[in-house]
Protein backbone atom coordinates (compact mmCIF):
# COMPACT_ATOMS: atom_id res chain seq x y z
CA UNK A 1 0.00 0.00 0.00
CA UNK A 2 1.63 3.29 -1.27
CA UNK A 3 1.77 6.10 1.33
CA UNK A 4 1.00 9.42 0.68
CA UNK A 5 2.63 10.73 -2.82
CA UNK A 6 3.67 14.36 -3.48
CA UNK A 7 5.00 15.73 -6.29
CA UNK A 8 6.79 17.18 -7.70
CA UNK A 9 9.57 17.13 -4.83
CA UNK A 10 10.92 20.45 -5.67
CA UNK A 11 9.56 23.24 -7.64
CA UNK A 12 11.37 26.13 -8.49
CA UNK A 13 9.10 29.13 -10.11
CA UNK A 14 9.96 33.02 -10.49
CA UNK A 15 7.61 35.61 -9.17
CA UNK A 16 4.66 35.77 -11.00
CA UNK A 17 4.69 32.16 -12.18
CA UNK A 18 2.01 29.65 -11.26
CA UNK A 19 2.78 26.73 -8.54
CA UNK A 20 0.84 23.83 -9.34
CA UNK A 21 1.66 21.00 -6.04
CA UNK A 22 -0.30 17.34 -6.28
CA UNK A 23 -1.02 14.92 -3.69
CA UNK A 24 -2.48 11.00 -3.54
CA UNK A 25 -3.89 9.63 -1.01
CA UNK A 26 -3.21 6.74 0.84
CA UNK A 27 -5.39 3.91 -1.20
CA UNK A 28 -8.73 4.09 0.69
CA UNK A 29 -8.65 7.58 2.10
CA UNK A 30 -10.83 10.18 1.22
CA UNK A 31 -9.94 13.01 3.02
CA UNK A 32 -7.09 15.39 2.48
CA UNK A 33 -5.61 17.96 4.50
CA UNK A 34 -2.53 20.57 3.10
CA UNK A 35 -0.22 22.08 5.57
CA UNK A 36 2.46 25.28 4.93
CA UNK A 37 6.00 24.66 6.83
CA UNK A 38 7.67 28.25 6.60
CA UNK A 39 11.77 28.49 8.00
CA UNK A 40 11.83 27.68 11.01
CA UNK A 41 8.97 26.95 11.92
CA UNK A 42 6.17 24.08 12.55
CA UNK A 43 3.37 23.01 10.17
CA UNK A 44 0.42 25.14 9.90
CA UNK A 45 -2.97 24.01 8.76
CA UNK A 46 -4.26 25.38 5.10
CA UNK A 47 -7.34 23.39 4.16
CA UNK A 48 -8.96 20.03 4.58
CA UNK A 49 -10.80 18.52 1.49
CA UNK A 50 -13.20 15.53 0.77
CA UNK A 51 -13.80 14.66 -2.89
CA UNK A 52 -15.25 17.56 -4.95
CA UNK A 53 -15.64 19.27 -1.51
CA UNK A 54 -13.94 21.93 0.13
CA UNK A 55 -14.68 21.27 3.84
CA UNK A 56 -12.42 23.93 6.05
CA UNK A 57 -10.48 26.38 4.21
CA UNK A 58 -9.79 28.37 7.04
CA UNK A 59 -6.01 28.57 6.90
CA UNK A 60 -6.12 29.34 3.20
CA UNK A 61 -4.82 32.86 2.36
CA UNK A 62 -7.50 34.65 1.19
CA UNK A 63 -5.47 35.39 -2.09
CA UNK A 64 -3.80 33.39 -4.65
CA UNK A 65 -4.12 30.01 -3.13
CA UNK A 66 -6.99 27.68 -3.70
CA UNK A 67 -7.26 23.64 -3.83
CA UNK A 68 -9.48 20.95 -5.33
CA UNK A 69 -9.83 17.64 -4.60
CA UNK A 70 -11.83 16.28 -7.80
CA UNK A 71 -13.36 13.07 -8.17
CA UNK A 72 -10.91 11.36 -10.18
CA UNK A 73 -7.32 12.19 -9.99
CA UNK A 74 -5.26 13.92 -6.86
CA UNK A 75 -5.69 16.69 -5.08
CA UNK A 76 -4.31 20.23 -6.36
CA UNK A 77 -3.21 23.02 -4.50
CA UNK A 78 -2.49 26.27 -6.69
CA UNK A 79 -0.70 29.31 -5.97
CA UNK A 80 -1.36 31.97 -8.53
CA UNK A 81 1.41 34.83 -8.91
CA UNK A 82 3.76 33.61 -6.46
CA UNK A 83 6.00 35.51 -4.35
CA UNK A 84 9.21 34.95 -2.09
CA UNK A 85 7.26 34.44 0.87
CA UNK A 86 5.04 31.54 -1.00
CA UNK A 87 8.77 29.95 -0.59
CA UNK A 88 7.95 26.91 1.56
CA UNK A 89 7.53 23.08 2.51
CA UNK A 90 4.27 22.01 1.48
CA UNK A 91 2.76 18.82 3.17
CA UNK A 92 -0.45 16.69 2.29
CA UNK A 93 -2.26 14.35 4.44
CA UNK A 94 -4.62 12.17 4.24
CA UNK A 95 -6.57 10.02 6.65
CA UNK A 96 -9.67 7.46 6.25
CA UNK A 97 -13.03 8.05 6.56
CA UNK A 98 -14.07 10.40 9.72
CA UNK A 99 -16.48 9.02 12.16
CA UNK A 100 -14.14 6.33 13.63
CA UNK A 101 -12.23 7.30 17.01
CA UNK A 102 -8.44 7.18 16.90
CA UNK A 103 -8.52 8.55 13.22
CA UNK A 104 -5.11 9.68 12.11
CA UNK A 105 -3.35 12.13 9.47
CA UNK A 106 -0.64 10.55 7.50
CA UNK A 107 2.15 12.73 5.63
CA UNK A 108 3.66 13.05 2.24
CA UNK A 109 7.51 14.16 1.84
CA UNK A 110 6.26 17.18 0.65
CA UNK A 111 6.74 19.47 -2.12
CA UNK A 112 9.71 22.17 -1.43
CA UNK A 113 8.52 25.35 -3.32
CA UNK A 114 11.39 27.96 -3.83
CA UNK A 115 10.39 31.33 -5.77
CA UNK A 116 13.15 33.07 -7.48
CA UNK B 1 -10.21 26.95 20.22
CA UNK B 2 -6.65 24.77 20.37
CA UNK B 3 -2.70 25.27 20.64
CA UNK B 4 0.46 24.15 21.40
CA UNK B 5 3.85 24.85 23.07
CA UNK B 6 6.65 23.06 22.66
CA UNK B 7 9.51 24.34 25.29
CA UNK B 8 12.87 24.87 23.72
CA UNK B 9 13.55 24.82 20.22
CA UNK B 10 16.50 23.07 20.64
CA UNK B 11 17.78 20.21 22.68
CA UNK B 12 21.15 18.60 23.07
CA UNK B 13 21.75 15.43 24.30
CA UNK B 14 24.89 13.22 24.75
CA UNK B 15 23.88 9.50 23.10
CA UNK B 16 22.71 7.23 26.10
CA UNK B 17 21.19 10.23 28.52
CA UNK B 18 17.42 11.05 28.72
CA UNK B 19 15.57 12.75 26.03
CA UNK B 20 12.83 14.81 27.00
CA UNK B 21 10.73 16.99 25.13
CA UNK B 22 8.07 19.20 26.15
CA UNK B 23 5.05 19.98 25.42
CA UNK B 24 2.30 21.58 26.71
CA UNK B 25 -1.16 22.20 25.40
CA UNK B 26 -4.37 24.34 25.47
CA UNK B 27 -7.99 22.78 24.46
CA UNK B 28 -11.76 23.78 24.83
CA UNK B 29 -12.55 19.84 24.14
CA UNK B 30 -10.92 16.51 25.53
CA UNK B 31 -7.60 16.69 23.26
CA UNK B 32 -6.14 13.80 20.72
CA UNK B 33 -2.30 14.25 20.88
CA UNK B 34 0.13 13.56 18.62
CA UNK B 35 4.51 13.88 18.24
CA UNK B 36 5.59 13.48 15.07
CA UNK B 37 9.78 12.86 13.76
CA UNK B 38 10.82 14.90 10.68
CA UNK B 39 14.11 14.01 9.41
CA UNK B 40 15.42 16.18 7.09
CA UNK B 41 13.98 16.91 3.85
CA UNK B 42 11.42 14.46 4.59
CA UNK B 43 7.63 14.02 5.76
CA UNK B 44 6.28 13.36 8.68
CA UNK B 45 6.65 10.09 10.67
CA UNK B 46 4.09 9.17 13.58
CA UNK B 47 5.87 8.28 16.69
CA UNK B 48 2.75 7.85 19.08
CA UNK B 49 -0.79 9.53 20.00
CA UNK B 50 -3.03 9.74 22.85
CA UNK B 51 -6.50 10.09 22.00
CA UNK B 52 -8.45 7.81 25.38
CA UNK B 53 -7.82 5.21 27.58
CA UNK B 54 -4.04 4.85 29.22
CA UNK B 55 -2.32 8.07 30.16
CA UNK B 56 0.94 6.71 29.38
CA UNK B 57 1.56 5.89 25.54
CA UNK B 58 5.01 4.13 24.01
CA UNK B 59 5.56 4.55 20.52
CA UNK B 60 8.18 3.66 17.91
CA UNK B 61 11.69 3.39 18.22
CA UNK B 62 11.55 3.45 22.47
CA UNK B 63 9.65 7.26 22.92
CA UNK B 64 7.07 7.47 25.36
CA UNK B 65 4.58 10.41 26.44
CA UNK B 66 2.10 10.76 28.97
CA UNK B 67 -1.33 12.44 29.11
CA UNK B 68 -1.48 14.57 32.17
CA UNK B 69 -4.51 16.53 31.87
CA UNK B 70 -4.17 18.41 35.31
CA UNK B 71 -0.66 19.90 33.67
CA UNK B 72 -2.52 20.21 30.22
CA UNK B 73 0.92 18.07 28.89
CA UNK B 74 2.20 15.78 26.74
CA UNK B 75 6.12 15.50 27.26
CA UNK B 76 8.21 12.97 25.53
CA UNK B 77 10.74 11.01 26.51
CA UNK B 78 12.67 7.66 25.86
CA UNK B 79 15.73 6.51 28.03
CA UNK B 80 18.30 6.63 26.19
CA UNK B 81 19.18 8.71 23.17
CA UNK B 82 20.81 7.33 20.06
CA UNK B 83 22.38 9.37 16.90
CA UNK B 84 19.28 8.30 14.73
CA UNK B 85 17.28 9.81 17.12
CA UNK B 86 18.77 13.33 15.56
CA UNK B 87 15.41 15.08 13.69
CA UNK B 88 13.10 17.79 14.55
CA UNK B 89 10.04 16.58 16.95
CA UNK B 90 6.42 17.79 16.87
CA UNK B 91 3.87 18.19 19.16
CA UNK B 92 0.15 18.38 17.68
CA UNK B 93 -3.35 18.62 18.79
CA UNK B 94 -6.50 17.72 17.39
CA UNK B 95 -9.94 17.74 18.93
CA UNK B 96 -10.96 14.31 17.38
CA UNK B 97 -13.33 15.12 14.79
CA UNK B 98 -11.50 16.47 12.00
CA UNK B 99 -8.48 13.51 12.11
CA UNK B 100 -6.51 14.84 9.87
CA UNK B 101 -6.54 18.56 11.00
CA UNK B 102 -4.22 19.74 13.32
CA UNK B 103 -2.41 22.00 15.25
CA UNK B 104 1.03 21.95 15.54
CA UNK B 105 3.67 23.11 17.95
CA UNK B 106 7.28 25.20 16.74
CA UNK B 107 8.68 22.10 17.20
CA UNK B 108 11.94 21.10 18.79
CA UNK B 109 15.39 20.04 17.57
CA UNK B 110 16.93 17.10 19.21
CA UNK B 111 21.05 16.99 18.04
CA UNK B 112 22.47 13.63 19.54
CA UNK B 113 25.90 14.11 20.53
CA UNK B 114 28.61 10.95 20.43
Known amino acids: NAGVMQNPRHLVRRRGQEARLRCSPMKGHSHVYWYRQLPEEGLKFMVYLQKENIIDESGMPKERFSAEFPKEGPSILRIQQVVRGDSAAYFC??????????????FGQGTRLTVV | AQSVTQLGSHVSVSEGALVLLRCNYS??????LFWYVQYPNQGLQLLLKYTTGATLVKGINGFEAEFKKSETSFHLTKPSAHMSDAAEYFC????????????FGQGTELSVKP
Open chain 1, 93 to 106: ASSPMTGYTNTEAF
Open chain 2, 92 to 103: AVSDGNQGGKLI
Open chain 2, 27 to 32: SSVPPY
